[in-house]
């Protein structure tokens, strides 16, 4: 036999052997330990116990310890870089740090005008972009489906044009087909500058704030600028002339207290107005020649946020500016401040395009001729549109725009732009190129953000 089956045996003999002095393993617990069953509720409890002492001082700690406590988000600044108003009085809320941005000896009407002459640093647009039968399919599991169904309209330098519709007309996909970022689909019709085509060159003469305020955590507000300024305005002109420009974006935008703090997340860093700031101070900085696509400005918003950032658009509108944007549901007070109005339905169709016109008569007086209730001088314009297109809309509003004058003459001014564009001049600006800057500069400015982000997140060097 083998050892190991003779040792196996064995075992079992011995076993069978001294089967009569089997010891009970709780008894012998009991007898060498004191413990028992009944022990197990008692540490139960000591449990609970430990658990409300750890917690009572855990909420004991964090009421009295009123150092790391905020009463709101609060900045944060690079070493060295704070401002001397938060020096003085050691750790102010962002509160106290919006209210020293007032000057008390200066009045508004002086402050309305600085901050126009500001705009006015911005070079006046002089191009148009038309579109025209804009049209966009897909296939959804095999099934075509239509997103944008014949879309026409333009945007003229010195306007603030609205894109409104109901739930999933395709506001966002509209500007992203006119801002040339769409992917997927197969997108039709025609999209002219001046009545020629789009070149390479289009997407860097445009600048497009997405609803999403997406920047660098460890960059300050004054590097994302000028990060963008340095690769998005043109090679000719010189990093002197580019960082100037910042500057007077910095001053146009009233970004002077927090110029230097960094982004950081939310609760700690830019709030979400802020944050808007810069995201419409990144394109800007870019100093786009042509037109300024806005996606949401105003979501997440309070009214008097929301009203700040209208306000700014109505003023590069009247420096003379080319501006397009979404927007959802706006007050009635918001709605005035832009001059012209495309509204879409569901299927991406076209509601209705032209002037707002004062107290928003012309475009109400263009709903109430075609059938629509009449809307009262209380209500909200834009409610009121979203109304009586939305489900509970009683006719077709797409079929009914088709048959109106409104939508002939529509055709008709876009014919007009194309003729009296291409009679003007051509002004020579080189070859048109889709990057403003070479690769080898691209490269330089990009590896230095990249460095300067790691060197910036200790936790990232420790962990390499």
Not at 345 to 358: A, E, N, R, S
Not at 395 to 413: C, F, G, I, M, N
Request: net charge negative.
């Amino acid at each position: 036999m083998e050892p190991a089956t003779i040792s196996s045996a064995l075992l079992q003999v011995l076993l069978l052997a001294n089967s009569k002095f089997l010891v009970s393993g709780d008894a012998w617990v009991q007898s060498s330990y004191g413990y028992s069953y009944s022990h197990i509720w008692r540490n139960l409890g000591f449990l609970f116990a430990f658990m409300i002492f750890f917690y009572t001082i855990y909420f004991v700690a964090s009421e009295f310890n009123s150092s790391s406590t905020s009463a709101a988000e609060f900045l944060v600044f690079r070493r060295g870089h704070v401002p001397s108003y938060m020096q003085n009085g050691g750790h102010k809320d962002e509160e106290t740090a919006a209210g020293a941005e007032k000057l008390p000896s200066a009045s508004n009407d002086v402050v309305e005008e600085k901050q126009q002459e500001q705009v006015k640093a911005l070079p006046a647009q002089k191009d148009v972009f038309t579109w025209r039968d804009v049209t966009l399919d897909i296939k959804i599991k095999g099934e075509p489906r239509r997103l944008l169904d014949g879309i026409s309209g333009w945007v003229k330098p010195g306007t603030l044009t609205a894109l409104m519709g109901t739930s999933g007309a395709g506001k966002t996909t509209l500007l992203d087909a006119l801002a040339q970022r769409i992917s997927i689909g197969v997108l039709t019709g025609d999209m002219l500058v001046n009545g020629k085509p789009l070149d390479a060159s289009f997407q860097r003469k445009t600048g497009y704030v997405q609803q999403q305020d997406l920047h660098l955590e460890t960059t300050t507000v004054r590097e994302a600028l000028r990060f963008s300024a340095n690769l998005r305005q043109p090679k000719s002109v010189s990093k002197q002339e580019k960082d100037a420009f910042v500057e007077d974006v910095i001053k146009m935008l009233n970004m002077e207290d927090f110029s230097e703090a960094v982004v950081g997340s939310p609760g700690e860093g830019l709030n979400v107005e802020q944050r808007k700031l810069l995201t419409i101070g990144v394109e800007l900085a870019a100093k786009p020649a042509l037109l300024i696509f806005l996606d949401e400005p105003t979501s997440g918003l309070d009214s008097q946020s929301s009203w700040s950032i209208v306000a700014f658009l109505r003023k590069l509108a009247d420096s003379g500016q080319a501006v397009l944007c979404t927007i959802h549901q706006p007050s009635a007070i918001l709605f005035q401040e832009f001059d012209r109005l495309l509204f879409l339905m569901k299927g991406g169709k076209t509601i209705y395009f032209g002037d707002i016109g004062p107290n928003s008569r012309t475009m109400l007086d263009y709903f109430e001729r075609n059938g629509a209730p009449q809307c009262d001088d209380d209500a909200n314009p834009a409610e009121y549109m979203l109304d009586i297109c939305g489900k509970k809309a009683t006719r077709d509003w797409s079929e009914v725009w088709k048959t109106t004058p409104e939508a002939q003459e529509v055709q008709a001014e876009l014919n007009r732009i194309h003729e009296a564009k291409k009679s003007e001049p051509v002004a020579e600006e080189g070859s048109p190129t889709q990057f403003a800057m070479p690769l080898t500069s691209q490269i330089y400015y990009v590896t230095v953000r990249v460095f300067q982000q790691y060197w910036r997140t200790p936790s990232y060097i420790s962990g390499k």
